[in-house]
């Protein structure tokens, strides 16, 4: 079977699975089962992307400034990448690979030397995504990187969107973040995992985002909590951070977005080096993170 193709869009695929990558972003936007299950939200009125990357910032910065050495620049939330196209590296029938390197249109924006490498291995049982970043300059890099992919909830049609749980490979007991107006807050909630397992309902999101910082688990499953019907399991690797969010208003998606980084805390306004949660890579040096999506459908 041939490979799908056009220069927007190049589909893998892998026993009874396919997956659709985009140039636009470097963005996964399907990842269906021969029997007609697709699990990645196909955008819409209610979020119009489907698994948007997230660089180099994750969340807001409080104005959208951002300030590098007495300049300031702006930088809307979750940063430039998710609008940028990136080019075809490596392109085969169950593999792909895309790079965004820093250009004039960027360093307006972010004034740092990068190469941003997505590379994506589907295979029978789920798709990888493999992330790096190197920096390409002479100067330290600051820089957040971040998944943010939504999935269909409920997964399966006529399914009540509160029968589904996630079940995380460890107790998350600790606190959780929350944002107002975008920016991380210093007070915190109670966690709502009860152990390992998080009930979800729309009532969940009624003040954003839900963040794990830390997160401790390495991975979560995402499913009916009677154990029926399609389920999905993402892991994570490099990551620190996990943020859950859907609309507070409601929609059928939710998103599970593994973080190395996250938005600018409420009152800090520094030199954006100094904001909490950046890696920051050494000339020549890099920074690879990867997360993991595997799915069934009984």
């Not at 890099?141 to 749980?165: D, M, R, T």
Request: glycine share 10%; proline share 7%.
């Amino acid at each position: 079977m041939e490979t799908a193709m056009t220069d927007d869009t190049h589909m893998l695929r892998s026993g009874d699975l396919t997956a659709t990558i985009k140039a636009q972003g470097a963005e996964m936007c399907s990842l269906k089962h021969k029997d007609g299950t697709e699990f990645v939200w196909q955008a819409g009125p209610a979020w119009p992307r489907h698994a948007p990357l997230l660089f180099p910032i994750v969340g807001r910065l409080a104005k959208d400034e951002m300030r590098h050495l007495g300049k300031t620049y702006r930088m809307t939330q979750h940063g430039f990448a998710r609008d940028c196209r990136f080019a075809w590296a490596e392109r085969g029938e169950s593999r792909c690979s895309l790079v965004l390197e820093d250009s004039d249109a960027t360093r307006a924006l972010y004034p740092f030397a990068f190469r941003l490498t997505a590379a994506y291995v589907l295979d029978d049982a789920g798709l990888d995504l493999s992330l790096r970043v190197v920096n390409t300059g002479g100067e330290t890099l600051p820089v957040s990187l971040g998944g943010h992919p939504a999935f269909n909830w409920p997964i399966q049609g006529g399914v009540p969107k509160e029968s589904y749980a996630l079940t995380f490979t460890d107790e998350e007991p600790s606190p959780v973040r929350r944002v107002e107006n975008g920016l991380l807050l210093a007070a915190t909630d109670p966690s709502p995992v009860r152990g390992t397992v998080l009930p979800l309902s729309e009532a969940l999101f009624a003040s954003d985002a839900v963040i794990l910082d830390p997160v401790n688990s390495h991975g979560v499953r995402y499913a009916a909590t009677d154990g029926t019907g399609p389920w999905l399991e993402m892991s994570w690797r490099g990551f620190r951070e996990l943020g859950v969010w859907s609309k507070p208003t409601g929609a059928p998606f939710l998103c599970i977005e593994p973080w190395r980084g996250y938005a600018s805390p409420k009152g800090f306004d520094g030199e954006f080096s100094d904001k909490p949660g950046l890696m920051h890579i050494a000339p020549g040096a890099e920074e690879q993170l990867s997360f993991r999506i595997e799915v069934g459908t009984s």
